[in-house]
């Protein structure tokens, strides 16, 4: 019997791809507007994906299994403006609507930021479940934490699972106990950038939070100090969350897309010491392997890891996804009962289209 195959749209580096081909899944197709990511995409997964999504030809493409995407996140999160639809690249959501209406996948995963939930009121969010119902999914979502599922890394993101035959169950999702620690994620051996003590401060007693995060101090940066009580600079709205250092005792803050730098600092009890996590460790708390070829420039490194997906959760996603048998009975895996359901006719409104 042949394997399920999918299409990776908006593949960025290929987050899923890694989890789905691990999964014995048979990528046919890719596509990825920025040419950093097509070109390191490229160098790991032999596929130079095609471009912007509104330019592509889909009655060229093969049909599919399976679609996966990470869709642009800039205008729901909250970096962005959170403007959602109003937003150009909000709209760019519809493009892979119509992917779907033409290519009829049996499953789709989605992945996006939290804030996606609440944008304009929990409204943007509502015409995204309804189009994909609108598509003839069965459609059913959850937050999910990258922490939750083997990395140290408190990173929550909302994934969907839409399938046209049975609804998936997310409460059947076997999470990995227990969190790990970023310490154990750590490399030994690296040129590593420390901090001297008077560039940064630890406050006293720092506790662990129920994210996992052990926040213990700031960087001595542009604080604006003057009318703060001591121990309290933190909270300032003028520090800004690069200034701020975690304890490698619980887990890391979410990787953002927008650091370029790499300013994550991160504090070693045992040494006592301050020190940047480094680009290696910043791919490996988002489960991709060493062997894993990285942008040249390093700017580019940061944004596409901060922009990627933890690839341990797609990995128990799409084990879940095969197990509970939610495919046709022309796929490889039989599902326990066909649901039916009338489909409205779909309307979508793609502009230029
Ligand atoms: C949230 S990221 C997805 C990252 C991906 N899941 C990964 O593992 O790296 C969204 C991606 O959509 C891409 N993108 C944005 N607009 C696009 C368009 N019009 N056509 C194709 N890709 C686009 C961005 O360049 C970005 O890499």
């Not at 154990?184 to 420390?194: A, C, I, K, M, V």
């Not at 460790?281 to 901060?306: H, L, N, T, W």
Request: net charge positive.
């Amino acid at each position: 019997m042949s394997s399920l195959t999918f299409a990776d749209i908006f593949s960025g580096i290929g987050g899923f791809r890694l989890s789905l081909e691990q999964a014995g899944l048979k990528c046919l197709y890719s596509c990825e507007a920025n040419e950093s990511c097509r070109q390191v995409y490229f160098e790991n997964f032999g596929d130079y994906p095609d471009g912007d999504i509104s330019e592509v030809d889909f009655s060229q493409i093969s049909d599919v299994n399976v679609v996966t995407a990470g869709f642009p996140c800039q205008p729901f999160s909250i970096c962005g403006k959170r403007r959602g639809f109003s937003d150009e690249r909000g709209t760019i959501f519809f493009y892979l609507c119509e992917f779907l209406k033409q290519k009829q996948p049996e499953v789709i995963i989605l992945e996006n930021v939290k804030h996606l939930l609440h944008v304009a009121k929990g409204s943007n969010f509502k015409v995204i479940l309804n189009t994909l119902q609108s598509l003839g999914y069965l459609v059913t979502y959850k937050l999910l934490n990258a922490k939750d599922f083997g990395l140290p890394q408190n990173r929550e993101r909302v994934f969907i699972v839409g399938s046209k035959y049975k609804k998936f169950d997310f409460s059947k999702l076997q999470k990995i106990e227990p969190v790990p620690n970023l310490k154990d994620f750590l490399d030994n051996e690296e040129n590593f950038e420390y901090l001297s003590p008077d560039e940064y401060t630890l406050i006293e007693n720092p506790k662990k939070q129920d994210s996992g995060l052990i926040f213990v101090g700031y960087r001595n940066k542009s604080i604006w100090k003057t009318g703060i009580r001591p121990n309290t600079e933190h909270l300032s709205r003028v520090h800004r969350q690069p200034n701020r250092i975690y304890s490698v005792d619980g887990v890391h803050p979410t990787l953002p897309s927008q650091e370029s730098s790499g300013r994550f600092f991160i504090y070693l009890p045992e040494k006592d010491r301050v020190r940047k996590l480094t680009l290696k460790e910043c791919y490996k708390i988002m489960g991709f392997p060493k062997e894993f070829k990285k942008s040249s420039v390093i700017g580019d490194a940061y944004r596409q890891i901060g922009n990627s997906v933890a690839t341990t959760v797609v990995r128990e996603l799409i084990r879940e996804v095969i197990n509970q048998k939610i495919f046709s009975s022309s796929s490889r895996y039989q599902p326990d009962a066909v649901v039916k359901q009338p489909l409205p006719p779909v309307q979508l409104t793609i502009p230029g289209l």
